[in-house]
């Protein structure tokens, strides 16, 4: 069974920084991409960003210059680095990992619970 945890959302205030985490446990063979995603109340999932397993990132227009994300192989494990963070910001933030099962059919596309993050002064 493979889980995803995030940590790190919380309330900071508008043009402050978070770093939000996400650790893959469990047993599997690799992972490719690792992405973040988010969803405002009354809103759709979106995307924020996604990053290869060799470190390629692309980013949604409304993030870039002021979010970063990366990973950590060793560690199964992607980050999201926030600055700047406008109210509009403010969502549950979702890890996204696309998993390379060791027995045929036991990979696939996984999530983890979802973390708040709230930008108000």
């Known amino acids: 069974q493979v889980q995803l945890v995030e940590s790190g959302g919380g309330l900071v205030q508008p043009g402050g920084s978070l770093r939000l985490s996400c650790a893959a446990s469990g047993s599997f063979f690799d992972i490719n991409a690792m992405a973040w995603y988010r969803q405002a109340p009354g809103k759709e999932r979106e995307l924020v960003a996604r990053i290869s397993r060799g470190g390629s990132a692309n980013y949604a227009d409304s993030m870039k210059g002021r979010f970063t994300i990366s990973r950590d192989n060793a560690k199964n494990t992607v980050y999201l680095q926030m600055n700047s963070l406008k109210p509009e910001d403010t969502a549950v933030y979702y890890c996204?990992?696309?998993?390379?099962?060791?027995?045929?059919?036991?990979?696939?596309?996984?999530w983890g619970q979802g973390t708040q993050v709230t930008v108000s002064s």
């Open positions: 996204n990992a696309n998993i390379i099962g060791i027995k045929a059919g036991t990979g696939g596309n996984f």
